[in-house]
């Protein structure tokens, strides 16, 4: 049974960073392609940063480029999303997502296996 488990969220103030962790169970990450996404109240789920499996390729929205860094740790079967320079504008649900491809072009239409989301909130 494929779960993905997301940790780490909570509230910090404008400026500051978190690590986002998505824990994989029931299978191996090395061979599938991993996204985190954004939900905000009222607005679409929106990709944020997606990394392939292939050549661990990333893609990153504009709204989060040189700020956000997706990263993968097979060995703990694990993804990680750094966020710095937190912006009120980035509080949402957050959600890791997983589809049995290799790459993918990020849209949450794209993907199969979703976990429960961790909330952060970016308020002074």
């Known amino acids: 049974q494929v779960q993905l488990v997301e940790s780490g969220g909570g509230l910090v103030q404008p400026g500051g960073s978190l690590t986002l962790s998505c824990a994989a169970a029931?299978?191996?990450?090395?061979?599938?392609?991993i996204g985190w996404f954004r939900q905000a109240p009222g607005k679409e789920r929106e990709g944020v940063s997606c990394i392939s499996s292939s050549d661990g390729s990333t893609y990153y929205a504009d709204s989060v480029k040189g700020r956000f860094t997706i990263s993968r740790d097979n060995a703990k079967n694990t993804v990680y999303l750094q966020i710095n320079s937190l912006k009120p504008e980035d509080t949402a649900v957050y959600y890791c997502a997983t589809v049995v491809f290799s790459q993918t072009h990020c849209l949450p239409g794209e993907y199969d296996y979703w976990g429960q989301g961790t909330q952060v909130t970016v308020s002074s």
């Open positions: 029931g299978f191996t990450l090395d061979y599938f392609a």
